[in-house]
């Protein structure tokens, strides 16, 4: 049994799902939560995923108490009437964290795709701290995206046969993106592809980011005002608490492009179109590395730290001024951004699911391990 119920974890889980679909081995049942509704049904529709059960529990301005708690009550009820051997919960979300607890209350072993993942700061990113850690205590077996990752649960004192190092299946999602012939439904973001402006991608929807929200919008606009040969993309999160904080500091004109969010094949040709990326996105820490546009991650933390260490991402918080000079060096100097330009893959090769199934294989006694993922 997949669950998921947001849009990184829809892309993170596609290739899986893919994966088992294909695999006698297996009987599969797909579950979404329906945390997301547009966000999600835009993956499902990319990637051909109709889940087999939706919960449909998005409903604007619930509490995180009322989202899990009516996750647990679906799940539990599906768990009851499908009786799966495993569970698969992706990554920290409210989603996933529930799916993991549903299961375990229920006998049925979960396994974490995505595993191991920390801060050490338990309000930040929040909840998402506080929900893998959780995921990972009630855990039979822990896929870890990187050795990063593996050192974090060893150091959590996580049994060493219960950990795989798997690479990340967001790489994977993404190979298969570029495979893809997208075009822009927007004229305004198709136009991009006929012109050679640069172009900064700009994302933020973190819940600890709220209040900051207000200081990344006036640092767009700033940007904006200082580059006005320069293009400014924001595919604005549906969360209207993001839109209300956001929307009144910048002003959509000829250089700053505000579009609802973009389709995922949309989304990664206008990355792979980027020339620099500013976000507090977990996901696309992962991928822009891999198409070696840097980015300046708007966040206290981070616990992805394989890029920052690669040099390719840089930690930059949330204060209006620090963010513009950051991004002012990299658009100004050439050498600066030549030296974070570089295309790196520490978080996966596109294998990550072939390992994933092979490891859940394994663990039903169907199968053995593949070798782990190495950059
Ligand atoms: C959630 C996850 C976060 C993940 C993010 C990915 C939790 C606690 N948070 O945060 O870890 O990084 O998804 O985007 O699990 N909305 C819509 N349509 C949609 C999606 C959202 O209208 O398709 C609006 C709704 O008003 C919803 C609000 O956005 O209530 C917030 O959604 P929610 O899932 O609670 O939190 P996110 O900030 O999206
Ligand atoms: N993404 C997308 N459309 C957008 C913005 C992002 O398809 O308009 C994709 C992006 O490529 C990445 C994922 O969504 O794979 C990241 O999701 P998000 O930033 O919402 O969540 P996080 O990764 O921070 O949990």
Redesign the pocket.
Known sequence: MTVYG???EAIKIAPVVSALRGDPRFDLVVISTG??????EQVNARFGIKPDYDLAL?????S?NE?VWRALEGLDALITKEKPDIIISQG????AMAAALAGFNRGVRVVHLEAGLRTQDISS?F??EA?RRIIGQVASLHLAPTNVSLENLRRESFPAEDIVVTGNTVIDALLAASTWDVSFEDPRLEELRRNDKRVVLLTT???ENLNAMKEIGGAIQDLAKTYPNCVFTLPL????RVREAVLPEVEDNSNVIITDPLPYDQFTALMARSYLVLTD??GIQEEAPSLGKPVLVMRENTERPEAIVAGTVKLVGTDRKRIVEEARTLLDDKRAYEVMANAVNPYGDGKASSRVIAAIAELVGVGRRMPQFEP
């Open positions: 947001t849009r990184p945390q997301h509704r547009e966000m999600l998005m409903k604007p301005g619930q995180l989202l920290d979300t409210s989603t990113p909840p998402e929900n929807h973190r819940r999160h549906l969360n209207p996105s977990g």
